[in-house]
C-alpha cells in the first residue's frame, strides 16, 4: 500500500511540475507567445512552428490549444492556421517528452535550489519567475527518478501484473486506458512519460505503451475539445479537429502497429527510449501528413458546427468587416458604425430605465439586462476589430480617430454598467420595500433624465461629425446639467424638512440615482473634450475640471 502511494503521489508530483512549468511561462511570456501565435500564421510552415515552439516552452499542448481556440473564438484567427498551430503541438509536446527522458539526474536538483533562491528573493520580477519554471523543471525530473524507484518493487507483486496483464496488446483497448491516463493526469506529456517509465520497469509490454501513448494523445484531443465546451463554434472547431486528427492516427497505425513494434524491438534500444521516440516519430510523421489537409479539415468541421443563430439573444456585430482591415480608414469607418450602435442600445437602455421609475412592468427589467449584455457583446467586439487595425500605417488623424472610438466604446460600456446597477437599487426599492418616489421626486427625476437623454444623443453627434461648434454647446449642456442636479438635490432636501414621507422613505435611492445620472452624463458629454483638444483643452480643463 505504501509502495502504491508513493508512486501516486509521484506522478502527482510529474503532473504538478508540469503546471508549474506551463503557468511560470505563461506569466512571463504570455503576451509574447500571444503574438507569436496570433500573427504571421498566414502560411502553415509557419503555423505550424508556431505550435511546436510555443509548445515546448509551456510544456503543454493543452495550454496551446487554450489560446487558440481562444483567438479562433474572438475572430482574431481563421481555422486553418489554428488546426496547423495544434499539428505542430503534438510535435513539440513529443519533443519535449523526449527531452525530458534524457539522463539529467544531476540537473534536477541544481534547477530547484536555483529555482528557489530566485523566486524567493525576486519573486515579483520576472527572473524571479523564470525562478518559478526552474523549480517546476526540477520536481518533473525529480518525479520521474521517483516513479522509477517507486514502480520497481511494484512490478514484483502478483496483483499489479495481473492487471497490467490484462493488457495485452489490442490496440483499442490499450489506447482507450491511455487516454484516461491522459484525461486523469491533465496532460498527454505526463501520461506519456509515465507509460515510457512503466515500459522501462518491465509492467508493461512494446505494443502495450505503443497504444498508451496513441491513447494518449486522443486523451489530450478529448481534454482540450472538453475544455472548449464554453467557446463559440469557431472555437470548438479548433479543438475538435486536433482531436478528429489523432483519431486518424489511431486508424491509420492500426494495420502496421505489429510490424512496427518488431522494428522497434530490432533497435535494441532500453524499452523506455523506444516508447519515446515512438511519441515522437509517431506524431511528426502524423503531423507531417495531415498539414497539407488543415483546409479541407476546416470545411469539414465547419460543416459538423456551423454557426447557429444565438438562442441567448446577445448581439453580433454588423459592420466590422474583418477584409476591411487592410484599409485602415475603412476599418476605422466600420468601427464608428458600430459604436454608434452601442450608443442607441444606451438610449434605448435609458428609456426603460424611466418606465421602470414610472412603475413600469417587471419584465422591463429582464429586457434592460439583457441590453446590458447586448452592449457588452459589442464594446468586446469593437475593442477587439480596433485591436487589429494596424496603428503604425496610421495616420496622425486616423490616429486620434482610432483613440477617440476606444475612447467613447469604453465610455458607453461604463454607461450600460451603470444604467443596469440604478436598476437593481430601483426594483430593490420597489419590491422589497415597497416603497415608491413621491410625485415631486419623480417628476425630477424625469426632468433630469430627459436631459441625460438630450445630452447622450448631442454627444453620439458630435462624436460622429466632430464639429466644434456642437462641441460647445455639449459643454454647455454638461454644466446646465449640474446647475440642475444641484438644485434637485436641495429640492429633496428641503422636502424631508417638511417631513414628505415618501421622499424619507426613498431619500438614499433619490440621492443615489441623481449621482449616477450625474456620472453618466459626465461619460456622454467626454466626447467634446476629444473635438476640442486641439485648441482649446487647457481652457476647457480648467473652466470645467473644478466642477467633476
Not at 466632430?466 to 432636501?493: I, N, P, Y
Amino acid at each position: 500500500m505504501l509502495t502504491l502511494l508513493n508512486l501516486l503521489s509521484a506522478v502527482a508530483l510529474l503532473i504538478w511540475g508540469t503546471h508549474i512549468v506551463r503557468t511560470g511561462i505563461l506569466r512571463v511570456y504570455g503576451s509574447h507567445l500571444r503574438k507569436v501565435l496570433s500573427h504571421n500564421v498566414s502560411k502553415r510552415p509557419l503555423a505550424f512552428a508556431a505550435g511546436i515552439g510555443v509548445t515546448a516552452l509551456v510544456q503543454s499542448s493543452n495550454a496551446t490549444a487554450l489560446l487558440v481556440t481562444s483567438f479562433v473564438a474572438q475572430g482574431l484567427m481563421a481555422l486553418t492556421p489554428a488546426l496547423a498551430i495544434m499539428l505542430g503541438a503534438d510535435v513539440g509536446t513529443a519533443l519535449m517528452a523526449r527531452v525530458l527522458t534524457l539522463d539529467l539526474s544531476w540537473l534536477s536538483p541544481l534547477l530547484i535550489f536555483l529555482g528557489v533562491v530566485f523566486f524567493l528573493s525576486r519573486k515579483q520580477t520576472r527572473a524571479g519567475q523564470l525562478g518559478r519554471v526552474a523549480i517546476g523543471l526540477g520536481l518533473m525530473l525529480l518525479a520521474l527518478e521517483l516513479i522509477v524507484a517507486a514502480a520497481t518493487p511494484i512490478t514484483q507483486e502478483q496483483g499489479i501484473r495481473v492487471l497490467f496483464a490484462s493488457l495485452t496488446g489490442d490496440l483499442l483497448l490499450d489506447a482507450l486506458v491511455g487516454a484516461l491516463f491522459a484525461l486523469i493526469s491533465y496532460s498527454s506529456l505526463a501520461a506519456v512519460l509515465l507509460t515510457a517509465t512503466l515500459t522501462g520497469a518491465g509492467l508493461i509490454s512494446l505494443p502495450v505503451a505503443i497504444g498508451l501513448v496513441i491513447g494518449a494523445n486522443i486523451g489530450s484531443g478529448v481534454l482540450a475539445f472538453l475544455t472548449s465546451s464554453l467557446q463559440t463554434p469557431a472555437g470548438r472547431r479548433v479543438a475538435l479537429g486536433s482531436l478528429l486528427y489523432k483519431l486518424i492516427g489511431l486508424l491509420l497505425v492500426m494495420p502496421f502497429l505489429d510490424p512496427l513494434a518488431n522494428w522497434l524491438d530490432s533497435l535494441k534500444w532500453r524499452p523506455e527510449e523506444l516508447v519515446i521516440a515512438f511519441h515522437l516519430l509517431y506524431n511528426s510523421l502524423r503531423c507531417l501528413l495531415m498539414l497539407p489537409t488543415v483546409g479541407l479539415m476546416a470545411r469539414f468541421c465547419n460543416w459538423l458546427l456551423p454557426d447557429r443563430p444565438d438562442e441567448n439573444g446577445v448581439a453580433r456585430p454588423r459592420h466590422l468587416d474583418p477584409t476591411a482591415l487592410a484599409t485602415p480608414s475603412l476599418a476605422l469607418a466600420n468601427a464608428v458604425r458600430e459604436t454608434l450602435r452601442i450608443g442607441d442600445l444606451i438610449e434605448t437602455m435609458l428609456n426603460h430605465l424611466l418606465e421602470v421609475l414610472s412603475g413600469g412592468q417587471t419584465a422591463l427589467g429582464k429586457e434592460l439586462r439583457r441590453l446590458d449584455d447586448d452592449v457588452d457583446a459589442l464594446y468586446s467586439a469593437v475593442k477587439l476589430y480596433l485591436a487589429q487595425v494596424p496603428r503604425e500605417v496610421l495616420s496622425e488623424h486616423d490616429s486620434r480617430r482610432w483613440a477617440e472610438i476606444i475612447e467613447l466604446a469604453v465610455n458607453l460600456e461604463q454607461a450600460g454598467d451603470i444604467i443596469e446597477r440604478m436598476l437593481g437599487k430601483v426594483q430593490d426599492q420597489k419590491t422589497a420595500q415597497r416603497h415608491s418616489f413621491s410625485d415631486s421626486g419623480l417628476e425630477e427625476l424625469t426632468a433630469l433624465h430627459a436631459q441625460l437623454l438630450a445630452n447622450l444623443r448631442l454627444g453620439l453627434s458630435v462624436f460622429l461629425s466632430g464639429d466644434k461648434e456642437s462641441a460647445r454647446q455639449l459643454l454647455r449642456e454638461k454644466r446646465r446639467f449640474r446647475a440642475q442636479e444641484r438644485r434637485l438635490a436641495h429640492a429633496h432636501v428641503s422636502r424631508l424638512h417638511h417631513q414628505v414621507v415618501q421622499s424619507i422613505e426613498t431619500s438614499a435611492l433619490h440621492m443615489e440615482l441623481i449621482a449616477d445620472m450625474k456620472r453618466l452624463n459626465s461619460l456622454f458629454c467626454a466626447s467634446a473634450y476629444v473635438v476640442l483638444e486641439s485648441s482649446e483643452t487647457g481652457a476647457l480643463h480648467h473652466e470645467d475640471g473644478g466642477a467633476e
